[in-house]
């Protein structure tokens, strides 16, 4: 059957292509525009319109208005690498619109060609992400405050624990620290190091459930008194066990007495069965706690408790732990 149009009203394949291409751009509903090298405007499609508040007569033949003020040269180096022949996809900007207010767009661009195959230009298609940034954001500001209450309410235990063991005040600080260092020179990776700080900030937790006669006991504890106090690594593990934590804190705690000879305690662990985290707390506890006054004996030094885990490197105390942190007071650090 012969079709009804003439032959010179005939379109051809190109022509077609052309129109239905056409169509696409201006009946999507993704803001479209088109841009030359000079980012003078040469497409701009209705959803474009509604998006940035330029109408389409406002904008063709004109620099391109939605870049931001003080941008200019930014965008013209992006420009010319997607004339260049780079492709985009996802690149996420803050724009403004029509009345100047903020956009945050996601773009992805394309390189335009002309009729020779010859790149003029650059085709970008345009998502609106402003009200996935403000989520974003609202729930980074959660987060952080989350995290500003987590670490509030980590240093208020710690602080209740030192309030029944004065003698002891800012131990758990000075380890903190202590710890947070050797794992940084042993090369741990930062969350790894946060872990290690909030376990070590309160890491004598347990000693909530010792008595203070024990605790501040001027003299030497006797066998009867030892047992208790050697009970506070499995009380700490007890109070934080249901605590959801980022990282193992309950059983760092638990095993910060532990030797890699199997016997520390309270489970009498050897070598790799104690975590990485609680061997390098073991070492600046020991550090601070044999450095440090006592009620029952004098501070001992820091030569003295250095030498103590020199002596039990790779018995009672990881090799690597220990390297780290003879290297670190062999620059200069200090428990102060």
């Not at 394309?110 to 729930?139: C, F, H, N, S, Y």
């Not at 009970?231 to 638990?254: C, M, N, S, V």
């Not at 305690?265 to 073991?282: D, S």
């Not at 550090?287 to 440090?292: C, K, L, W, Y």
């Amino acid at each position: 059957m012969r079709s009804n149009i003439s032959l010179p009203q005939r379109m051809t394949a190109e022509q077609i292509g052309i129109r239905t291409l056409w169509a696409l751009v201006h009946g999507s509903p993704l803001p479209i525009f088109a841009v030359d090298r000079d980012a003078v405007i040469l497409v701009w499609n209705p959803a474009a319109e509604r998006l940035f508040g330029w109408e389409e007569q406002e904008v063709l033949g004109r620099q391109n208005p939605i870049l931001p003020e003080g941008h200019g040269e930014e965008f013209r180096r992006l420009r010319e690498r997607a004339v260049a022949g780079e492709v985009y996809t996802g690149m996420e900007v803050r724009v403004r619109r029509k009345d100047g207010s903020p956009l945050d767009i996601s773009v992805s661009t394309a390189p335009l060609l002309d009729e020779t195959g010859v790149i003029a230009g650059l085709m970008a298609v345009v998502a609106d992400i402003t009200e996935r940034k403000r989520m974003e954001d609202a729930l980074r500001e959660s987060l952080q405050k989350s995290l500003r209450v987590f670490d509030e309410t980590i240093h208020a235990l710690a602080s209740a624990v030192e309030k029944r063991d004065p003698y002891t005040a800012g131990h758990q600080q000075r380890v903190a620290r202590l710890a947070c260092a050797i794992a940084g020179e042993m090369g741990l990776l930062p969350e790894q190091i946060d872990g290690i700080r909030t376990a070590a900030i309160v890491h004598d937790i347990g000693k909530l459930s010792v008595p203070v006669e024990i605790l501040a006991k001027p003299g030497k504890l006797s066998e009867a008194e030892q047992s208790i106090l050697k009970t506070h690594p499995q009380t700490g593990y007890d109070i934080l066990d249901g605590i959801e934590f980022p990282w193992p804190i309950a059983r760092i705690i638990q095993q910060h007495h532990e030797w890699l000879d199997g016997t520390g305690y309270p489970l009498g662990l050897q070598g790799e069965e104690i975590l990485k985290e609680a061997r390098i707390l073991t070492v600046a506890d020991v550090v601070e706690a044999t450095a440090s006054y006592r009620p029952y004996r004098p501070a001992n030094g820091i030569t003295a408790a250095l030498e103590e885990i020199r002596n039990h490197r790779g018995s009672r105390y990881d090799t690597d732990v220990v390297d780290a942190c003879l290297a670190l007071f062999d620059v200069g650090f200090t428990l102060k």
